[in-house]
């Protein structure tokens, strides 16, 4: 459910070409979307109807992409479908169980024969179709590609292309220095709390070491 406004907003951040599914499936379900400030934990959230409220509540960070931001908003969507449809055991499934994939799957179908997607974003799309995960950030290819969509700040580059013991700056100001690897993330100490926090490899940073001497302010 959006009203022409809503929309009129939502076509500003989708890929041209998709507008036209986007208002029909939103037409169809009780969803209402909002635009969201970024936020470093997630990029998109759902919630279902509760506490007086009579329809689906989806946010999406409005600093996406547009092929990121249908990509979230699909996944949002799903997660309100699936609740519709299993409704009567709803606490019984899994958020990102079998029921919230096969919606998902579905969702993306149109997406990916539509024709309107780059070819690389249709190919990422159409693997992520066969085999939905739980966070696109968790499918390293997927993320690579829609990453490249990005409109970077000059200077900004991966974690994962920085060497061990680096120096940079995250967007929101914070300082850390690069440690061993976890899986997708990397253990990173920040400078002035000295705390350790775990920073995916795929983050855009700015590098700072050469151009201000944070990296003495660290005890090796």
């Known amino acids: 459910m959006t009203d022409n406004a809503t929309q ?22 009780p969803i209402v979307v909002r635009l969201s400030r970024p936020r470093r934990s997630k990029l998109g959230d759902h919630r279902a109807p509760s506490c007086g409220h009579a329809f689906h509540r989806i946010s999406i960070n409005d600093d996406l992409n547009p092929y990121a931001f249908l990509t979230t908003l699909l996944h949002e969507i799903a997660h309100a479908t699936a609740w519709e449809k299993h409704r009567q055991r709803v606490r019984m499934i899994k958020p990102h ?3 919230w994939k096969k919606e998902f799957e579905a969702l993306l179908a149109p997406v990916v024969t539509g024709g309107a997607l780059p070819v690389d974003v249709t190919n990422a799309l159409a693997t992520l179709m066969r085999n939905p995960s739980a966070t696109t950030c968790s499918d390293r290819s997927v993320v690579l590609v829609l990453n490249g969509y ?47 926090y775990r920073v995916h490899a795929l983050s855009r940073v700015e590098p700072i070491i050469g151009k201000e001497k944070v990296s003495e302010l660290f005890v090796s």
């Open 150 to 196: 990005d409109t970077l700040n000059a200077g900004e580059v991966c974690v994962e292309q920085l060497p061990k013991g680096s120096v940079f700056r995250m967007n929101g100001g914070k300082i850390f220095r690069k440690g061993r690897k976890l899986r997708s993330r990397y253990q990173c100490r920040e400078w002035r709390t000295g705390r350790e």
């Open 97 to 99: 169980g079998p029921e």
């Open 8 to 29: 009129q907003a939502l076509n500003r951040f989708l890929p041209s070409g998709t507008h036209r599914y986007f208002a029909e499936l939103l037409s169809r379900h």
